[in-house]
């Protein structure tokens, strides 16, 4: 009984009380920049293998109730938006979902689940990097400060004619 008690014990023992966060950081995408053009090493190994990234929602196809969204941007905070100049080519995934998500689950962010690849390609929105093909989403309660991530200041590639308000 007592072999029993102890066996029983260290089976509990070995369950983990507090799972480690899977959740891939920003700041090693960031390590990819608009530059380079071969994918850092750290960043490789994450192609095609399934991650959880953590961020926010800039809908690009949603349904006609807008209710869902099927393909998105997804930037490490809710300020980044791809108005122009948008946010660096590191700090945004383009995702396509499996099968659409409801839109309003990103009041506090996101955490989307599936496989990385690395496209590199022009868009609408700018030069991507990364894209997601999502397996799944849940909502988040992200804090933005947890990511360190400095952001390029895109402002200096455009003059002040650009900026002309009448």
Same mark, same amino acid.
Not at 70 to 88: A, G, N, Q, R
Not at 148 to 156: A, G, K, L, P, S
């Given at each position: 009984?007592?072999?029993?008690?102890?066996?029983?014990?260290?089976?509990?023992?070995?369950?983990?009380?507090?799972?480690?966060?899977?959740?891939?950081?920003?700041?090693?995408?960031?390590?990819?920049?608009?530059?380079?053009?071969?994918? +850092?090493?750290?960043?490789?190994?994450?192609?095609?293998?399934?991650?959880?990234?953590?961020?926010?929602?800039?809908?690009?196809?949603?349904?006609?109730?807008?209710?869902?969204?099927?393909?998105?941007?997804?930037?490490?905070?809710?300020?980044?938006?791809?108005?122009? +100049?948008?946010?660096?080519?590191?700090?945004?995934? =383009?995702?396509?979902?499996?099968?659409?998500? +409801?839109?309003?689950?990103? =009041?506090?962010?996101?955490?989307?689940?599936?496989?990385?690849?690395?496209?590199?390609?022009?868009?609408?929105?700018? !030069?991507?990097?990364?894209?997601?093909?999502?397996?799944?989403?849940?909502?988040?309660?992200? !804090?933005?400060?947890?990511?360190?991530?400095?952001?390029?200041?895109?402002?200096?590639? =455009?003059?002040?004619? =650009?900026?002309?308000?009448?």
């Amino acid at each position: 009984m007592r072999l029993y008690f102890i066996l029983i014990m260290c089976c509990i023992m070995s369950i983990p009380i507090h799972a480690e966060s899977n959740i891939t950081p920003w700041n090693v995408l960031a390590q990819y920049s608009p530059n380079q053009s071969v994918v +850092p090493e750290q960043i490789k190994q994450l192609e095609k293998k399934t991650i959880v990234l953590a961020g926010f929602i800039v809908p690009i196809i949603v349904d006609d109730s807008y209710e869902n969204v099927e393909e998105f941007i997804l930037v490490p905070d809710p300020l980044s938006c791809i108005h122009v +100049p948008p946010p660096s080519a590191n700090q945004m995934v =383009y995702v396509k979902m499996k099968e659409p998500i +409801p839109i309003d689950i990103d =009041y506090l962010g996101v955490e989307v689940s599936g496989f990385l690849s690395f496209p590199k390609t022009k868009t609408d929105f700018g !030069e991507l990097f990364y894209l997601l093909d999502g397996i799944s989403a849940k909502e988040s309660n992200i !804090e933005v400060e947890e990511y360190d991530i400095d952001y390029e200041d895109n402002y200096d590639e =455009y003059d002040d004619d =650009y900026y002309e308000f009448e």
